[in-house]
């Protein structure tokens, strides 16, 4: 589905002041930064609402959301965001992340209800391949996790699948989340999320740990 743009929207991203306009000088000092916060991001933050609820309960964590799509991301910048201090964005493209974080800055990656990339010959470009994994790897702490939502099942089992072929070791995982009464405690929906639950679809989600160096 073509995304609609929204006239006006590169301005408003590019003026806003909740949006980090240069990143790549913050590289190795993000925490610093954010008064010694760990450091979390959302890749593919649509109109912001999980982040921003999640920055709001929250207080102790830096949390970013990232997005490519100006005329989404201006919709997140139009929630209560302006008033929570450890919330900002990123207008930019999550192959570049390499440049903005410096290894291990980064506690927390969110991949929410991303682009499935149904072909085969797409599969590269799906935010959970190999190349992308090995990249959130190289920015994610000894300690740091990856936490995956999606209802696209083919694409949950093939992430999964995937995460264990590179590595990576799943502490936790459900094809139904809204069931689960472990996984489902304190979850966060995003808008996705509440549109398809409203249509009966199951929430797959899983954590995951980097491999060890």
């Known amino acids: 589905?073509?995304?609609?743009?929204?006239?006006?929207?590169?301005?408003?991203?590019?003026?806003?002041?909740?949006?980090?306009?240069?990143?790549?000088?913050?590289k190795g000092?993000?925490?610093?930064?954010?008064?010694?916060?760990?450091?979390?991001?959302?890749?593919?933050?649509?109109?912001?609402?999980?982040?921003?609820?999640?920055?709001a309960r929250d207080p102790q964590t830096a949390y970013f959301g990232l997005d490519f799509y100006s005329s989404v991301l201006v919709k997140a910048l139009k929630k209560d965001s302006e008033a929570l201090p450890?919330?900002?964005f990123l207008w930019m493209d999550a192959s570049g992340l390499s440049e903005v974080f410096?290894?291990?800055?980064?506690?927390?990656?969110?991949?929410n209800f991303s682009d499935p990339w149904p072909k085969d010959r797409h599969a590269?470009?799906?935010?959970?391949?190999?190349?992308?994994?090995?990249?959130?790897?190289?920015?994610?702490?000894?300690?740091?996790?990856l936490e995956f939502k999606t209802d696209n099942m083919p694409l949950f089992d093939w992430s999964a699948e995937t995460l264990k072929n590179?590595?990576?070791?799943?502490?936790?995982?459900?094809?139904?989340?809204?069931?689960?009464?472990?996984?489902?405690?304190?979850n966060i929906m995003t808008e996705y999320e509440e549109k398809f639950s409203a249509r009966g679809n199951a929430i797959g989600k899983l954590i995951a740990l980097p491999p060890k160096a």
């Open 86 to 88: 450890n919330l900002r």
């Open 124 to 145: 590269k470009r799906r935010l959970t391949a190999p190349g992308f994994l090995k990249k959130w790897q190289s920015l994610l702490a000894p300690e740091g996790r």
């Open 102 to 111: 410096a290894p291990g800055e980064v506690s927390v990656i969110y991949l």
């Open 1 to 26: 589905m073509r995304l609609k743009h929204i006239p006006g929207s590169e301005e408003a991203v590019a003026g806003s002041p909740q949006v980090i306009h240069e990143p790549e000088s913050l």
């Open 29 to 55: 000092r993000w925490s610093a930064e954010f008064d010694g916060r760990p450091i979390a991001l959302e890749i593919g933050c649509g109109k912001g609402q999980f982040i921003t609820q999640l920055a």
């Open 166 to 186: 590179e590595g990576w070791t799943i502490t936790a995982i459900t094809h139904d989340l809204h069931h689960d009464p472990v996984l489902s405690e304190g």
